[in-house]
């Protein structure tokens, strides 16, 4: 794949590939077993200077976000973070997100000052839209003086309990639509139930649910720039749909990692000479190669054609999930059993993906693009 790349994308990589050999990696298990966040590896990735990495260059970043120079190395990042740690790569994700987000709508004033965490302690933004019931519009903004008060429940809310800041998109009373809210974590009628993550696999992605009773939001803290986008702009942009990107980089990342790890485990056993086994090998790598050729062509179509970036986007996304799936159905017959055994790492990695394949819907995923296709009607975002 390094033909692909410019010169200072393969500089990126080697960095970032580097810091999870050296750091990240070496830290996945503790991690699973005591499910911490992974407060190191953010303070590895702060020195490295990547947390501001979708940031334009004006403002101190990278220029790496969706509108900006160079998206493709913010995916990169991802996926070369996930091959060590799918968690820390969905906690980078999430934060990234959110800081684009916030630079599009956001004052200066507010970018100085929702970042000033991020610069100095390595602290994280959260992303919260989705609710529990698979809504995203039911917690509820009651515009009062001076700004809202808000009423519901996200969950999901990765990063909650190492942030200062959270960005929520909440339906506010007086406009009808999805409103970008920046709440401090500390704010009174903020509960942030950490408890809330048990999950078998990202173990060290605390996502937790957010609980909000009657928590004023001040004016200065609506992302509501006047030369912006309009009110409800987070799906009018298609944001949601652009979030799925960063989910495929992680797919990606973990499958390599998976691949890579079981192919030299299965050539430490001795020759593989079975030819059924040959044939899963050979298959898995293939579609692991397709899959990333493809998701790298959709980010190469976002700047001219953004539907036609998303859309294939939903097709690499497709395709990495059943080659996620396809991975664990075929792992064991050419490992054995021993291969997941606790002190090796595809058990982790396993129930990583298991997880996080499914926080993103897949079978509406091929709608969309089947939609698209026939030119009938459909709705990116609810993909």
């Excluded at 940031?55 to 995916?75: I, M, Q, R």
């Excluded at 942030?192 to 649910?209: E, K, L």
Aim: aromatic share 10%.
């Amino acid at each position: 794949m390094h033909g692909l790349f410019t010169p200072a994308q393969r500089a990126l990589i080697d960095r970032v590939d580097r810091l999870v050999a050296d750091r990240i990696a070496p830290r996945a298990a503790d991690y699973d077993r005591t499910g911490e966040f992974a407060v190191a590896d953010f303070q590895d990735i702060h020195r490295e200077g990547l947390l501001l990495a979708t940031l334009p260059k004006k403002d101190g970043g990278l220029g790496f976000g969706f509108n900006d120079e160079d998206p493709l190395s913010y995916f990169l990042i991802i996926e070369r973070l996930a091959r060590g740690s799918a968690s820390t790569a969905h906690c980078f994700q999430v934060h990234c997100n959110a800081t684009q987000m916030m630079r599009r709508f956001g004052s200066d004033e507010q970018i100085a000052r929702f970042l000033e965490p991020t610069r100095e302690q390595a602290l994280l933004l959260v992303g919260a839209a989705a609710e529990p019931g698979g809504t995203r519009d039911a917690t509820l903004a009651r515009r009062v003086p001076g700004g809202y008060r808000v009423t519901g429940r996200k969950h999901y809310a990765t990063n909650a309990t190492h942030a200062k800041w959270i960005s929520a998109h909440i339906r506010a009373d007086d406009t009808g639509k999805l409103e970008n809210m920046v709440i401090d974590t500390e704010s009174p009628g903020l509960t942030i139930d950490a408890a809330f993550w048990n999950a078998p696999g990202m173990r060290s992605c605390i996502s937790p649910m957010l609980i909000f009773e009657d928590c004023f939001v001040p004016e200065d803290c609506i992302l509501r720039r006047p030369d912006a986008a309009p009110s409800g702009a987070f799906l009018t942009e298609h944001w949601p749909a652009k979030i799925n990107l960063g989910f495929t980089a992680n797919y990606l990342g973990n499958l390599q990692a998976m691949f890579d790890w079981s192919t030299g485990y299965a050539k430490q056993r001795g020759p593989v000479t079975d030819a059924v086994y040959l044939s899963h090998i050979g298959e898995l790598r293939t579609r692991i190669d397709a899959s990333r050729l493809l998701f790298y062509h959709a980010i190469s179509l976002l700047k001219s054609d953004t539907e036609a970036g998303l859309v294939m986007g939903l097709e690499a996304k497709w395709m990495a999930v059943e080659t996620l799936n396809r991975f664990i159905e075929l792992v064991g017959q050419f490992t054995g059993s021993t291969a997941f055994f606790k002190q090796y790492p595809l058990d982790r990695m396993i129930r990583d993906m298991q997880q996080h394949s499914l926080h993103r819907r897949h079978h509406p995923g091929a709608l969309v693009i089947a939609h698209r296709e026939l030119g009938q009607e459909f709705d990116i975002n609810k993909s």
